[in-house]
């Protein structure tokens, strides 16, 4: 009889935290996001608070929004009525990736070769426009293109204080996430995963990585305190500590564990199907910018949504990690993909 009421009163707990989870997620902003668990009682803790923006600590700083000057010379009909459309004008890319095929006289090729020799300012170069403008069945507006999704060049949106206007085709990541998405649990000893309820296109943004940004110093700290499991919610912002010569005690850390959105869901594999993307609406500031997730390839509603934690850049570090023997407490990898890397973090 004791028995049975103890069991009633931990159902009932169950119930009132899975109730009062779907509650918090009923009022994250942005399509609805759902929660299912066809595997046991369990709810993901209740300690993890959504937020919809970053939540800078101690010893953080943004850049003063004045420097978020936006393009000057754009109009938001240019003659295709997409915004930005004359990249070389735009103030907004002119430090995204240069249009080398569009680069046709020897003088404007001895000028970039001089900025790059130099790191000079490449505005007044053709760019590459990050996102898709005209829609096909294939090439969706909005999706980020090939260039983009191979290289991981930083993509530059326009921001509000441009000239373009509100529809710049320019602007995608800041609008936040447009798809519903699903947390489950995955049953196969990776605890919690993400899926999304619709189909993705190669190229389509899902969300953004959020949470509570830190000094290199306090991620240390956390680190030590929390563990190797701690590192899976921790992300450097240092995509620009090598061109802009950061020192590593200047570069922030986002930590998504205790707060952020339910991208922190997302598990590892090793034949991923998204990665993250360096998404910056200031362009003078290169300590703070978004982490976006965004497509690789298609991916049918419900499959599970992953990206390779040890995302390396092409050519760094090949060959590593491919001994037998496991790094002191490395975590095994269960992503199950037929070139699995056997270790989370190797
Ligand atoms: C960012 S969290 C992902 C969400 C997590 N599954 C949860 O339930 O909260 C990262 C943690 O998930 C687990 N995980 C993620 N991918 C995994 C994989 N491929 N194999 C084994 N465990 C994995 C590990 O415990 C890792 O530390």
Known sequence: MLRVARMSKIETANILIRAEYIRRLSKVAGKKIHLVNVHDYTTPSLRFQYIPEYVLREGVFRADSATQEGCQQCSPHMGRNIGCEYTKKCGCLEYAAVDVNRITTAEMKQKYENALATGGSTLGFPKKFPYFTDGTKRQRTGTLVPFYLDSRHPIYECNDNCRCGPYCRNKNVQF????????FKTGSGRGWGLRCKEDLFVGQFIDTYRGEVI???????????????KASYLYSLDKHQESEGLAQEEIYVVDGEFMGGPSKFMNHSCAPNCRQYTVSYNKHDNRIYDLAFFAIRDVPAGEELTFDYLDKEEGEGEGEGEEEEPPDGAVPCLCGAEKCRRWLWQ
């Not at 000094?215 to 499991?229: F, M």
């Open 176 to 183: 936040g996430r447009q798809v519903e998405l699903e947390i």
């Open 215 to 229: 000094t290199d110093a306090e991620a240390t700290r956390r680190e030590q305190a929390g563990g190797q499991l």
